[in-house]
């Protein structure tokens, strides 16, 4: 499947407002048959100072393995198995690590002048600089922390690999929306793995999609920016909500530049400035065939819902209940002790499928989005440290690289997003502290 390309990282209103700079990082990458886009995320915590490159270098070390592997190896089906996906997670770890080491000694003269190194902790201050170079090799890369997720498509097959937070939300051809990559259960609230772990190859994530029979549509990447923006236990269900009535649609509608541009200049800002206020990425996959897309988004929308209600309104339990006791008279406890629950549960969830869900959807999303994911968030503000503006990555990937579509004016309207927080409120905190 032939797809459209995008990636765009605007830069956070937490940041910008301290003139400290923007720490995410996205592109595409095209040749041949192989496309590709990816998101990096680097941590706001005060001793990774260099976060922002550490960004720009994971996709750019992603971006270039995927040429040399391809050129290698030639051979889709040897590229996806496991062996060659766990060999492209493990170059990609020893490709950063080579990388940030390698930028770290060609500005051993800046470092002092750098603003975010004034405020990194005695203790890694003491060990970026330990006359044990053993010790240095070992935590320098702290300083460049970032998460990455790549999204890879050759042929038919569409690979996924991911470390750290930030989402991939997927739309399959039958008009089921998903989140396929595996989840990290050590990802939660500021909790992040990261490439900097000393065990980052480990904590790799991927999945293969085939692009047969039930195809993805639509790959969206995003940076936890974008996924802050939303309720916390509820931003999956936003998210689905936003790719489909605001991306998807904006292309149905005014197609795949003017698309890109809305969320450029105007979408994208507008949730940072309303929701996270974090740095925010995001990147697509999306077919380039809009009448497949069109006919995708337009029939299952009713289907899903109706399943499950159709399951819960069974009436097995009940005829049980009429027609058991009365012929067997003998057996009348054991009946008893089961109509009884069947009985109950048919008419529990009855009654909580008409009030509850109701409650929740019109009160619960909005006490959650003024409070649940920003209200870490205020730390982040005041906590962060001073990051220097002096490497901010400026300039994005080039060739081989899709660029950016041509400006024009945006179709797509920021005030069209009406389930944003109604006020600005600071987004949570970036990462962990770094390993001790």
């Known amino acids: 499947m032939k797809f459209n390309l995008f990636a765009e990282f605007v830069h956070g209103k937490k940041y910008r407002e301290r003139g400290l700079p923007c720490q995410d990082f996205a592109a595409t990458l095209e040749f041949g048959d192989v496309q590709a886009i990816a998101v990096a995320d680097g941590h706001g915590g005060k001793d990774y100072f260099r976060s922002d ?24 089906e040897k590229i996806f198995d496991d062996r060659g996906i766990r060999n492209f997670e493990l170059s990609i770890v020893e490709g950063w690590r080579e990388k940030v080491l390698a930028d770290w000694y060609q500005r051993l003269d800046s470092r002092d002048n750098e603003v975010r190194w004034q405020t990194v902790s005695d203790k890694y201050k003491a060990r970026f600089t330990s006359d044990d170079e053993n010790i240095r090799k070992h935590y320098i890369p702290v300083a460049y922390g970032t998460t990455l997720i790549c999204a890879v498509s050759i042929g038919t097959q569409v690979l996924i690999v991911q470390i750290g937070d930030g989402s991939c939300v997927v739309l399959r051809r039958d008009g089921d929306w998903e989140v396929p990559v595996p989840p990290d259960k050590a990802n939660f609230a500021n909790v ?18 085939n692009c047969d029979g039930n195809s993805p549509v639509a790959i969206f990447l995003s940076s936890d920016g974008l996924d802050d923006c939303y309720p916390l236990f509820d931003n999956e269900k936003h998210l689905f909500k936003f790719y489909r009535e605001t991306v998807i649609n904006g292309l149905l509608d005014d197609g795949f530049d003017a698309t890109a541009a809305g969320l450029r200049e105007d979408i994208l800002p507008y949730m940072t400035e309303r929701g996270s206020n974090d740095d925010i990425s995001l990147a697509w996959l999306v077919a380039e065939d809009l009448d497949l897309l069109k006919a995708t988004v337009n029939e299952p929308q009713v289907q899903s819902p109706v399943e499950p209600q159709t399951q819960s309104t069974v009436n097995v339990p009940q005829t049980q209940s009429v027609n058991v006791p009365q012929t067997q008279s003998t057996v009348t406890p054991q009946i008893q002790t089961v109509i009884e629950p069947q009985v109950q549960s048919t008419i529990e969830p009855q009654t909580q499928s008409t009030v509850a869900p109701q409650t929740q959807s019109t009160v619960a999303p909005q006490a959650q989005s003024t409070f649940t994911p920003q209200a870490q968030s205020t730390v982040a503000s005041q ?5 220097e503006p002096q490497v901010q990555p400026t300039q994005k990937l080039t060739s081989p690289m899709v660029k950016p579509p041509p400006k024009v004016s945006p179709v797509l309207k920021a005030q069209n997003i009406t389930d944003l927080p109604p006020t600005v409120i600071p987004a949570k905190i970036d990462r962990k502290e770094p390993r001790q």
Do not use: W
Not at 192 to 209: G, N
């Open 53 to 76: 490159t550490g960004a720009q270098l994971a996709v750019e070390t992603a971006f270039e393995l995927l040429e040399q592997i391809y050129n290698d190896v030639g051979n889709v």
């Open 192 to 209: 992040t793995t990261s490439l900097c772990d000393e065990d980052a190859f480990e904590k790799f994530r991927h999945i293969v999609l």
């Open 383 to 387: 906590a962060q440290s001073t990051i």
